[in-house]
């Protein structure tokens, strides 16, 4: 569903080079939830921003399969931000636009995607009221409204309360059922063990380890996030 | 396809113009031009039997003053802003294309200052109007003119912020407004010059854009039509100087990264 091979990325600044990403390359097949695993600043959002088109890759190639794929892919920006002038309602009704939706399905669709993100009662909010929590929700819900067969996810946890990883958790295991692909980025390992068919650990620049969490385990009592600060410090 | 893709824009556009519109900053300078514009009721009753003439000219100068301070202050900021708030995100990460994204903003600017220029105009011939019962004709097109030429500047406000910070390239655009306007008095100027200064001015004579010919006060003091020939090429120049900067800009925004 997504390929990515030999992806580099290098960063000029005032105090010099930066290599964020060398290399890099991984494949996430159809129907998985694949977690990208890194620590701050290892290039987990330079990757998803080189797969979502905003930033550009210096060398390397990204493979989404299926046709019109860009019309297929749902995404969920780290720290989301909106457009102050835009409620809540409004703000899935100008993305489902983007999308080329017709205006009477994206009035279908606006009310089950806030009811399923938790939202339904904040419809008619305008989004700078919205607190960082509810921001992270409703741009869920936008990486939702064009039912896409891919989603790209980066950082979808941080900033919710338990309740709210309860319910993304909730959310990724239906979508998975659906059949959808789920590539998502984060530093938090709590929750990733349960639904990620398969994670992938960023550092420096490189994937350092690969694999199906449980039998990236295997029999040690290691939790994912021991397994994980294990693998950053032999590579350091 | 070219359907969606032009639809594509027009959401763009729509969203730029609700976000420009109900700002607040706006709605002042409408309104305070609005204030001056109708202040020239006052200007004209000062003057010796030529109060419509003060009026006319006085309007349509307050008029462009305005365009122009809401072009430098909605034109050369839309884009910078989105990449400040990252809002620019929730729209490049979706099936548009830079170029749609880009024209898209362009395109709801233009609708800003259309609105802008549209109320301002109107209340400007409403007191034509009041004044001397007549429709002025070249006041119409006067208005349609300027319309045209903050449009233009749009496009190069536009551009410049694509490379530059938004107060650069609103001091940028300004300056470029002021020459453009001076494009006459620089040909005049080219014509007395000795070689080297005659070949730099006739540069910056022919580079720049020349905003003296959307100009039609004279016409509008005058009460008289501008020729067919003069509005067919200040049309096609229209046209192309701006699709030109679009260009410009546009090849600039491709590489940009956000």
Not at chain 1, 68 to 93: A, C, Q, W
Not at chain 2, 49 to 75: C, H, K, N, P, Y
Not at chain 2, 190 to 199: C, E, G, R
């Amino acid at each position: 569903m997504l390929k990515i091979k030999s992806l580099s990325k290098t960063f000029y600044q005032t105090k010099g080079e930066k290599n964020v990403l060398k290399n890099l390359s991984l494949e996430v097949k159809k129907g998985q939830v694949f977690g990208f695993l890194g620590l701050n600043g290892e290039g987990k959002t330079t990757t998803v921003k080189i797969i979502a088109g905003l930033l550009f890759a210096d060398k390397g190639k990204i493979t989404i399969t299926g046709d019109n794929s860009r019309e297929k892919i749902g995404f969920m920006s780290e720290n989301p931000h909106f457009y102050d002038h835009l409620k809540v309602n409004e703000t899935l009704s100008y993305v489902g636009e983007l999308f080329g939706i017709e205006k009477e399905k994206i009035n279908i669709k606006i009310p089950e995607l806030l009811k399923l993100v938790g939202l339904e009662k904040s419809a008619e909010t305008p989004t700078k009221k919205l607190s960082k929590g509810m921001r992270q929700r409703l741009s869920f819900a936008t990486a939702l409204i064009n039912d896409p067969e891919l989603l790209i996810l980066d950082e979808p946890l941080d900033g919710l309360d338990p309740l709210g990883r309860l319910d993304f958790k909730k959310a990724i295991l239906a979508l998975k059922k659906q059949g959808k692909t789920i590539f998502f980025s984060t530093h938090i390992l709590a929750d990733v063990e349960e639904i990620c068919d398969e994670v992938a650990i960023l550092h420096n620049g490189k994937i350092i380890e690969q694999g199906n969490p449980k039998k990236l385990l295997g029999r040690s009592k290691k939790t994912l996030e021991e397994f994980f600060v294990e693998k950053v410090t032999q590579n350091d | 396809m070219i359907k969606k893709y032009f639809k594509t824009i027009g959401v763009i556009a729509l969203n730029t113009f609700r976000e420009t519109i109900r700002d607040r900053i706006l709605y002042s300078l409408i309104g305070f031009a609005a204030l001056v514009i109708a202040a020239g009721l006052l200007a004209g009753s000062v003057s010796l039997g030529q109060d419509l003439r003060v009026i006319e000219s006085f309007g349509l100068t307050a008029m462009l003053i305005f365009l122009l301070i809401i072009t430098l202050f909605v034109g050369t900021q839309v884009v910078w802003r989105e990449v400040e708030r990252k809002t620019i995100y929730l729209t490049l990460t979706k099936p548009v294309t830079r170029d749609q994204f880009y024209l898209g903003k362009y395109f709801g600017i233009c609708l800003t200052t259309a609105t802008s220029a549209l109320i301002m105009g109107a209340m400007f011939l409403l007191e034509i109007y009041f004044k001397a019962h007549i429709f002025s004709v070249p006041a119409l097109f006067s208005i349609i003119w300027m319309i045209f030429e903050v449009w233009l500047l749009t496009a190069l406000g536009l551009m410049l912020s694509t490379f530059t910070a938004p107060l650069s390239s609103a001091i940028y655009t300004f300056c470029l407004a002021l020459i453009g306007h001076a494009s006459t008095s620089i040909w005049q100027i080219a014509q007395k010059s000795p070689a080297a200064l005659k070949y730099i001015l006739d540069v910056i004579y022919y580079l720049f854009p020349n905003l003296e010919k959307f100009n039609l006060r004279n016409e509008v003091v005058y009460a008289i039509n501008p020729p067919f020939s003069q509005v067919w090429t200040t049309v096609v120049y229209f046209i192309g100087y701006t699709a030109l900067l679009l260009v410009l800009g546009l090849m600039a925004f491709r590489s940009d990264e956000f």
